[in-house]
């Protein structure tokens, strides 16, 4: 059972980014009194008011507060039943969206023995059927050049919440794929210190389809820290845009880690399946060295909060002494930035102009 006072907190941010109205946000919030089931409850509220938004049409809004109803994960039916109406009402909106670079289609990857999905465009033809199951790269398949983009959230977001960004990536001309982190949402991986090969991983599955060898990740909080650990072993990664993401002390500051919000800790013990009282002698596998960070010569660019209740400042600090070609954009905010979604969205889509204009094919 969660504080709904704290998930209240905690999905402000989010609501911020996917520009909720704010008057209607708390007028909602106001109704929960609890977490459990039925009126009243985090779930049928959110959920309700998704279905007002389904029934006008709104898909990407229902949506979003589908995936609201779900938060922070899945522990038991009701919140599995929010998060697969979340995926159904994405499946509608990306049926009626036919973006540049091609249809927005829905994919399984069969990922180091687990199933990892993904909303996608701009990939060559002959990489996926109507059921959404990929196949093997054909002829149409190998003429793929676009640049790849991978989107992924943190341990809170499904990806649904980032599919519109496959309507920037195909303006950009980009092929991209929109997932989630082991454990997130519809990925069976479980979260572990090897957790960032679920990226190259990926990039196997789709070569042929797009231009691997150039791919760019826009890797929010702590899929910024599988994005890092992923840029120091492979060249193919150009470019890395992250928003509030572990570095070091995060992971091995228990001091940090007794202040962590309760919902960071306990999402964190459900994707590593352990104890939460377990936690601190689990998280140094997460650690990245000085080594580590020194071999990531691409373009890092992070948004930063100063007054963030989840990474340290010792993180940032961390980043800009070790990584040589990073950019840091600071709000006097918490976490994600609630208060700054639009100054951050827009410095992130410019970030990306950027780093895919300096890169040559």
């Keep these: 059972m969660n504080d709904v006072a704290e998930l209240t907190v905690h999905v402000a941010a989010h609501a911020a980014a996917l520009d909720m109205d704010a008057a209607g946000y708390r007028e909602l919030t106001g109704r929960i009194r609890h977490d459990g089931t039925g009126p009243g409850s985090w779930v049928h ?3 309700s008011l998704a279905e007002t938004r ?5 898909l990407l809004g229902a949506a979003a507060c589908y995936s609201f109803a779900r938060f922070p994960f899945v522990d038991g039916a009701a919140r599995r039943g929010a998060l697969d109406n979340c995926v159904r009402a994405t499946d509608r909106w990306r049926r009626g969206i036919a973006p540049d670079a091609g249809p927005i289609e829905r994919v399984e990857l069969d990922i ?9 465009t701009g990939l060559a033809d002959g990489h996926g059927h109507a059921d959404g199951h990929p196949t093997a790269a054909g002829p149409a398949a190998a003429a793929g050049n676009r640049p790849l983009l991978i989107v992924s959230g943190g341990i809170v977001s499904v990806k649904e919440q980032w599919a519109p960004l496959l309507l920037l990536a195909a303006r950009l001309g980009l092929a991209a794929a929109v997932t989630e982190m082991p454990g997130v949402g519809e990925n069976t991986l479980r979260y572990t210190p090897d957790s960032w090969r679920m990226f190259p991983a990926i990039l196997e599955t789709l070569a042929g389809a797009a231009d691997v060898s150039r791919t760019f990740t826009l890797a929010l909080s702590f899929s910024g820290q599988m994005a890092l650990r992923w840029a120091a072993e492979d060249t193919r990664v150009r470019g890395i845009i992250t928003t509030g993401a572990p570095v070091r002390a995060l992971f091995t500051d228990r001091a940090w880690q007794r202040g962590l919000p309760p919902a960071t800790v306990a999402t964190l013990a459900h994707l590593t399946g352990t104890d939460p009282r377990a936690l601190p002698d689990l998280l140094p596998g997460w650690a990245l060295s000085d080594e580590q960070l020194a071999a990531i010569t691409v373009p890092v660019r992070y948004v930063a909060s100063t007054r963030d209740e989840i990474i340290p400042p010792a993180d940032v600090a961390l980043l800009r002494r070790t990584v040589s070609d990073l950019d840091v954009l600071e709000h006097d905010d ?21 780093i895919r ?5």
């Design 45 to 47: 509220e959110w959920s």
């Design 357 to 361: 204009d300096a890169t040559p094919r």
């Design 112 to 120: 180091l023995g687990a199933t990892v999905a993904a909303w996608t």
């Design 54 to 58: 389904e029934a006008r049409g709104d």
């Design 334 to 354: 918490i976490h994600g930035a609630p208060g700054h979604a639009v100054a951050t969205r827009e410095w992130m889509t410019r970030a990306l102009v950027a």
